[in-house]
């Protein structure tokens, strides 16, 4: 009975892995019928500082803000309380700017204990001179 149960569950788990919804319908303005994108915005973070063991943590994509002057960091990471964006280091040079961006626990929540499920976040990073034609590096690499 048991195998049984098993069998069952990964069939079920096979099936619903072969089903790749990117759009879906609802009823939006323009109608039940027009598609609706389901992915969803990154969510914007600030550096809190003083975070319980902060570490180096890789980004995705920096995309010049208006006027080059600033970037648009995006990432991976986890939920809150337990990766939360520390701070963010500028290393601005001749050819090129590394930032680094660092999280850590949030100092107020030592034992939280947080589900594993991927949230993609993104943070303004202000440059002191506009980006030109600098190469973007990412500091954690």
């Not at 759009?23 to 969510?43: N, W």
């Not at 975070?51 to 180096?56: A, E, H, N, S, V």
């Not at 626990?105 to 949230?119: F, G, T, Y």
């Amino acid at each position: 009975m048991r195998t049984l149960w098993l069998v069952t569950l990964l069939c079920m788990a096979a099936a619903a892995c072969g089903q790749t919804p990117s759009t879906s319908t609802s009823a939006s303005p323009g109608g039940p019928d027009r598609p609706v994108d389901t992915q969803a915005a990154p969510s914007p973070a600030v550096p809190v500082g003083h975070t319980l063991d902060p570490r180096k943590v890789p980004w995705s994509s920096a995309t010049p803000g208006e006027g080059g002057r600033s970037l648009d960091v995006v990432w991976w990471s986890g939920v809150e309380p337990c990766h939360v964006l520390d701070r963010v280091e500028v290393d601005e040079r001749t050819d090129k700017v590394i930032v680094t961006l660092y999280e850590g626990q949030d100092r107020r929540s030592p034992d939280a204990v947080c589900i594993e499920i991927a949230i993609q976040k993104t943070t303004k990073v202000e440059l002191r001179s506009p980006l030109g034609d600098r190469q973007v590096v990412d500091g954690a690499s």
